[in-house]
């Protein structure tokens, strides 16, 4: 049984790039969250989604950054025309229904660098 | 209200040594406390958990001590190992709009030395 799995491992962008994140859950599970960890920082919740749902987008930032978790296929985080301050660790991690963060499995990140 | 405040930053124990993280918070809606151990490179997964109700929980070398009323909580290593090396995350969960949310601290590094 994979883990959660996230892709890229590390992802390097120009300054006004976009940045796509993606996130396939461990299998059985339908709940995802995304934080974001800044160096030296502890991990900041950006966004909960279920299959087709955002439930709670109360971490992310107004502009650039969006995410979906399609029916099909895996939980996208996407950051447009990306900045310097948006170099940092993304991390997704999924839970099984009915456990919520109780249930929490987290991926190994994917390290965004932005130049 | 919503932060949890960890320390130390960083530690640095000898081997068989005792290594012990705290953590602070504020809000009483809290009801369940997680650790969590995150090595370089690596997503951070579950250590050891406790829910307010219970002053002590024990999983091998890991401790948490639990003081309700000091809103404190402590992670206690004993016969720290240098595969314990790691970054430790405290958390602090409550429910909201039937979900959870959760809190972590700001981590402490801790780099056992043989």
């Known amino acids: 049984n994979a883990g959660v799995m996230q892709n890229p491992r590390h992802l390097v962008r120009r300054r006004g790039q976009e940045a796509r994140l993606r996130c396939s859950p461990m299998?059985?599970?339908?709940?995802v969250y995304w934080y974001r960890q800044l160096p030296e920082e502890g991990l900041k919740f950006m966004v909960y989604?279920?299959?087709?749902?955002?439930?709670?987008e109360s971490g992310m930032p107004k502009e650039r950054f969006s995410a979906e978790f399609p029916k099909e296929g895996p939980s996208i985080l996407r950051i447009q025309q990306v900045v310097r301050g948006d170099s940092a660790a993304y991390f997704c991690?999924?839970?099984?229904?009915?456990?919520?963060?109780?249930?929490?499995?987290f991926g190994s990140g994917t390290r965004l660098t932005v130049v | 209200q919503q932060q949890v405040k960890q320390s130390p930053q960083s530690l640095i124990v000898q081997k068989g040594g005792i290594s012990i993280i705290n953590c602070a918070y504020e809000?009483?809606?809290?009801?369940?406390f997680p650790w969590y151990q995150q090595f370089p490179g690596k997503g951070p997964a579950l250590l050891i958990a406790?829910?307010?109700?219970?002053s002590e929980k024990k999983e091998g070398r890991f401790t948490i001590s639990f003081n309700k009323s000091a809103k404190q909580f402590s992670l206690h290593i004993m016969d720290s190992q240098p595969g314990d090396s790691a970054t430790y995350f405290c958390?602090?969960?409550?429910?909201?709009?039937?979900?959870?949310?959760?809190?972590f601290g700001t981590g402490t590094k801790l780099q056992v030395i043989p």
């Open positions: 299998k059985g599970h339908s709940h």
């Open positions: 406790i829910r307010p109700d219970v």
């Open positions: 989604l279920q299959k087709e749902n955002i439930i709670d």
């Open positions: 958390a602090a969960l409550r429910t909201s709009g039937g979900y959870q949310k959760v809190t």
């Open positions: 809000n009483t809606a809290f009801d369940y």
């Open positions: 991690a999924s839970s099984p229904p009915g456990q919520g963060a109780y249930g929490y499995t």
